[in-house]
């Protein structure tokens, strides 16, 4: 893992459930802003279901974007349900998901600026993040 700072990273993050509810993953794949890798992590997380895992999969990806930069991050999720919630397009009515969605919140302190991005399933960057859920899943990591 690189030791260089950056002034903007981009973090790309999916989350999986094979069930859902049922055993979960996170796949995160993080970038410099021109989409060199700089990192990625899969694991899987228990049991769950497909949202949850979607949080889960920000939250660490922002924990892990702190070794990069504390200036900018730029989220792209699939998840159309989380990256509403974020921007506040959507209202977070579940009580596990308002948990998550508040553990979001109080590490955006943590950067100077960041921005949550709806992309697709097709998106190359989320397809790597989705091989890592499902490597994840497949090897019980």
Do not use: W
Request: hydrophobic fraction near 35%; include cysteine; aromatic fraction near 10%.
């Amino acid at each position: 893992m690189s030791k260089k700072k950056f002034k903007k990273v981009c973090l790309h993050t999916d989350g999986g459930s094979r069930g859902n509810p049922g055993p979960s993953s996170i796949g995160i794949f993080i970038t410099d802003k021109s989409g060199d890798e700089l990192h990625s992590y899969a694991k899987r997380i228990g049991y769950g279901t497909n949202n949850r895992a979607e949080y889960k999969a920000i939250i660490k990806g922002l924990k892990l974007c702190k070794k990069f930069t504390r200036k900018q991050v730029d989220c792209f999720s699939d998840s159309k349900l989380a990256i509403n919630q974020l921007n506040g397009v959507y209202r977070v009515k579940n009580p596990m998901m308002k948990k998550y969605y508040l553990r979001v919140k109080a590490l955006e302190a943590e950067f100077d600026f960041i921005t949550y991005t709806h992309v697709r399933r097709t998106d190359s960057f989320i397809v790597k993040a989705d091989m890592l859920v499902n490597f994840a899943l497949d090897n019980r990591l």
